[in-house]
């Protein structure tokens, strides 16, 4: 008897030791994002802000022999920039330190092409520091946007610009406090003023820029700033400026230069984390532009982008262009405001709250079903090594009505999860909802209509490993309030009403003059010594100071806009004279309207274009509008 009392208590005792002992974590799979990375993941969205020389030229691209007195904003106002991405519900801003045409917003020493020479504050004034007190005064982080590319500097493409652009970087890392984010253009090398040359200058930018070491001298003074762009920063670009992810978009790529194809989509297994940014701007062009007052997107429309972005795990980048005062338009506030108190609304509360979680495989207790409605990004659900296709189920208070769902990974542990499902139990039946790759980051389901489920499972399909979620919510959406259109108020964009296509090298063309960016002139792509043209009867003469020629934004295999222009005018439909010829730029990525100002005001009636050969290989040439203007 006292031996087997001895026993038993020696297996009591060892039961609690056993249970105490801890069951270890998953391990690791495949690539991981860094610390910065990681709270780079968290940001969800953010705000672009395009603000400089150009804004003041009407362009979107400057050449560089712009005079920077022409910077001039009459009430520059970064609190009211601030508070309106705030109430959309942005976490950070990136404001344009300095564009392509080489102006630089804050007082360097370095140029004279810079802020201290222009009339803005008696060249006292400094955009970036001031952007930089009213971002954090409201709470959100701070980034800052640096061209490599400079069409103004004579050294660019020589060793000595090389030096010159990373005592930039220096100065921007040194002055204006902490920093998450440092945004590097891939636009490097063209046609520029260069000093006065005006000539081409071609550069190989990975060799040029040597980008590991110029990556690395952002991290050294900024180690939580994930920079942007290139082979061996921390963030890459989606592949358009739509604001579209490829769906599933993968946070991990291969260790080799960025091919676009590959950046939308990402690539499952890669070698590293390499996540994407998803970047659009919330006017066609990212510069402000008084006549597309009028299209601004609306919250209807951001509340889709936010979907094909944030929803299939990147970060969105919003751009907010100020206009000439060096405030957001009223229209584009009101956008603004409508989107981030619809969007609050609708996360504010987790329709899964107070859900029992149970789970078809459970690692432990640390790694409890529970764990994914805990709030916090550090816990998460996880099954034994061998289970890697487990559910999970939430039984559901009675009445939670919901169209959202919001899966997470803990990163930390790698992107595990190659397939899932989501189900859900509505009237004793279980029907599937979703069955979709990646989760990552983070995957919002939205759903047609709201449903009320008794139960919402999440099954792992395939995976390579075990699953680690962190988060299973459910919400339902709260839709913006309507906002009243703006109307288009330019006094100096002439009206296409009255105008009529006279010749065209293919059919179609009145879509150039419906105002309607939806719509497209679709041609074969011209041939060397077959233009695709267009001849257009504006109805009466006007004084013309330019012409602008709209991008097709609709994606279409095979198809591309042109890549240069030549305008030619006429007052009577037989003599023609040549207003304006030349290349346009980025037309192919960034799909915004190209203002081209001609030298001299001219009377015309009739205008005539033609394109020689598309911006990128096609097999056809698309257009969705042709303008014109007064002078400004």
């Known amino acids: 008897m006292l031996a087997s009392g001895l026993a038993a208590t020696a297996a009591a005792t060892a039961v609690p030791a056993l249970a105490k002992r801890a069951v270890a974590p998953p391990q690791p799979w495949g690539a991981t994002p860094s610390k910065r990375q990681f709270a780079w993941h968290t940001r969800g969205q953010y705000a672009f802000v395009h603000f400089s020389i150009n804004t003041f030229t009407d362009k979107e691209?400057?050449?560089?022999?712009?005079?920077?007195?022409?910077?001039?904003p009459t009430d520059f106002s970064p609190d009211q920039i601030v508070a309106a991405a705030k109430a959309a519900g942005m976490t950070?801003?990136?404001?344009?330190?300095?564009?392509?045409?080489?102006?630089?917003?804050?007082p360097t020493h370095l140029t004279e092409r810079c802020i201290r020479n222009t009339p803005y504050k008696q060249g006292k004034g400094d955009v970036v520091g001031e952007m930089a007190a009213a971002t954090r005064r409201a709470g959100l982080a701070f980034g800052l946007y640096l061209s490599p590319w400079d069409r103004h500097h004579p050294e660019y493409g020589r060793p000595a610009y090389v030096d010159y652009f990373r005592k930039q970087i220096v100065e921007l890392c040194t002055r204006y406090g902490e920093l998450f984010e440092f945004w590097f253009d891939g636009a490097n090398g063209g046609d520029g003023y260069y000093g006065g040359a005006r000539e081409t200058r071609k550069i190989d930018a990975p060799a040029y820029y040597d980008w590991p070491k110029t990556v690395a001298l952002v991290h050294q003074y900024q180690p939580m700033a994930c920079t942007f762009d290139p082979l061996g920063a921390d963030l890459r670009w989606v592949g358009n400026e739509d604001g579209v992810a490829g769906d599933p978009c993968w946070p991990t790529m291969p260790n080799h230069l960025y091919v676009q194809s590959e950046g939308n989509s990402g690539v499952r297994g890669g070698a590293l984390w390499w996540p994407a940014e998803t970047d659009v701007s919330i006017r066609p062009g990212?510069?402000?532009?008084?006549?597309?007052?009028?299209?601004?997107?609306?919250?209807?429309?951001?509340?889709?982008?936010?979907?094909?972005?944030?929803?299939?795990?990147?970060?969105?980048?919003?751009?907010?262009?100020?206009?000439?005062?060096?405030?957001?338009?009223?229209?584009?506030?009101?956008?603004?405001?409508?989107?981030?108190?619809?969007?609050?609304?609708?996360?504010?509360?987790?329709?899964?709250?107070?859900?029992?979680?149970?789970a078809s495989d459970t690692?432990?207790?640390?790694?409890?079903?529970?764990?994914?409605?805990?709030?916090?990004?550090?816990?998460?659900?996880?099954?034994?090594?061998?289970?890697?296709?487990?559910s999970l189920t939430l039984d559901l208070p009675p009445g939670r009505r919901f169209d959202v769902i919001r899966l997470r990974e803990y990163l930390p542990l790698g992107a595990r999860v190659t397939r899932f499902a989501v189900d859900a139990e509505v009237d004793g039946a279980w029907q599937t909802l979703a069955e979709q790759e990646a989760i990552g980051p983070q995957r919002i389901i939205r759903l047609p209509q709201p449903i009320t489920a008794r139960r919402v499972r999440l099954r792992i399909v395939a995976a390579p490993v075990c699953p680690a979620i962190s988060e299973v919510a459910l919400?339902?959406?709260?839709?913006?309030?309507?906002?009243?259109?703006?109307?288009?108020?330019?006094?100096?964009?002439?009206?296409?009403?009255?105008?009529?296509?006279?010749?065209?090298?293919?059919?179609?063309?009145?879509?150039?003059?419906?105002?309607?960016?939806?719509?497209?002139?679709?041609?074969?792509?011209?041939?060397?010594?077959?233009?695709?043209?267009?001849?257009?009867?504006?109805?009466?003469?006007?004084a013309l100071a330019g012409i602008s020629v709209t991008p097709s934004r609709t994606i279409a295999k095979g198809v591309a806009p042109p890549r240069d222009y030549r305008c030619e005018t006429s007052l009577d439909g037989v003599r023609w004279e040549l207003a304006a010829a030349g290349e346009l730029p980025n037309i192919a990525y960034a799909l915004a309207t190209q203002r081209i100002a001609f030298g001299t005001t001219r009377p015309a009636r009739w205008l005539r274009l033609s394109f020689t050969e598309t911006a990128v290989p096609a097999d056809r040439l698309a257009l969705a509008g042709v303008g014109a203007f007064l002078k400004r």
Not at 65 to 70: I, R, W
Not at 92 to 106: E, M, Q, R, S, Y
């Open 61 to 72: 691209w400057g050449y560089g022999d712009e005079d920077p007195a022409l910077f001039d």
């Open 92 to 106: 950070g801003i990136i404001l344009t330190a300095k564009h392509h045409d080489g102006f630089c917003l804050w």
């Open 286 to 358: 990212w510069f402000y532009h008084a006549d597309e007052d009028a299209k601004v997107k609306t919250p209807a429309q951001l509340l889709e982008l936010y979907d094909t972005s944030v929803g299939r795990g990147t970060n969105l980048n919003l751009n907010l262009p100020p206009d000439r005062r060096g405030r957001l338009a009223d229209g584009d506030v009101a956008v603004l405001r409508a989107f981030g108190a619809a969007q609050a609304a609708t996360y504010a509360r987790d329709l899964a709250q107070g859900a029992i979680a149970s």
């Open 363 to 390: 690692r432990g207790p640390a790694f409890a079903a529970a764990r994914v409605l805990d709030g916090r990004r550090d816990s998460y659900w996880s099954s034994g090594d061998a289970v890697t296709t487990p």
């Open 475 to 542: 919400f339902l959406q709260v839709q913006p309030a309507a906002v009243v259109p703006v109307r288009a108020h330019d006094a100096t964009t002439l009206s296409s009403a009255g105008w009529r296509i006279m010749t065209a090298s293919g059919p179609g063309a009145e879509a150039l003059l419906d105002d309607d960016a939806a719509t497209r002139w679709t041609v074969p792509a011209p041939t060397p010594g077959r233009p695709a043209s267009v001849t257009i009867d504006m109805g009466a003469v006007a």
